[in-house]
C-alpha cells in the first residue's frame, strides 16, 4: 500500500495563507512510479461530511477543485520528491478541518470523486480565526 505524510497545518487568521505538504513515504511493490498515482486533499470539519477539495495528474494536465476551494486553493507535485502540495489562499472561517492527503493508483483517471476511494494520510489540522 501507499504511505503518505502531510504537514503544514496550523492557526491563521482570515484572508491569510498556508501551504500544504504531502510526502510519498513508500509505493507499493510494482507501482513505484509517482506517475500512476491521482493525488490530492481531503477534507473534514467536525459534524460535516468528508470533501475532496483538490486533485492532480500531471501525465494528463488534469487538476481539480471543489466549488468551494476553486480561486483559492492551487494543488501542484513534484514528482522527483514524490511530494504533492496545496497552496491555501485567502482563507475563510468555513475552511477550517481535518486536511489529509490521498492517492490512488490509476491507469489515466482522475478526479475528486475517484480520489475518495484512495488511501489517506494522518491528516494535519487547519484552523482560521476572525
Known amino acids: 500500500q501507499v504511505q503518505l505524510v502531510e504537514s503544514g497545518g496550523g492557526a491563521v487568521q482570515a484572508g491569510g495563507s498556508l501551504r500544504l505538504s504531502c510526502v510519498v513515504s513508500k509505493f507499493p511493490t510494482g507501482q513505484h512510479r509517482y506517475s500512476h498515482y491521482c493525488m490530492g486533499w481531503i477534507r473534514q470539519a467536525p459534524g460535516k461530511e468528508r470533501e475532496a477539495i483538490a486533485a492532480?495528474?500531471?501525465?494528463?494536465?488534469?487538476?481539480s477543485y471543489a466549488d468551494s476551494v476553486k480561486g483559492r486553493f492551487t494543488i501542484s507535485q513534484d514528482n522527483a520528491k514524490n511530494s504533492a502540495f496545496l497552496q491555501m489562499n485567502t482563507l475563510k472561517p468555513e475552511d477550517p478541518a481535518m486536511y489529509y492527503c490521498?492517492?490512488?493508483?490509476?491507469?489515466?483517471?482522475?478526479?475528486?470523486?475517484?480520489?475518495?476511494?484512495?488511501?489517506w494520510g494522518q491528516g494535519t489540522q487547519v484552523t482560521v480565526s476572525s
Open positions: 492532480i495528474y500531471d501525465p494528463r494536465d488534469i487538476t
Open positions: 490521498a492517492a490512488r493508483f490509476t491507469g489515466g483517471v482522475c478526479n475528486l470523486a475517484y480520489l475518495l476511494d484512495g488511501t
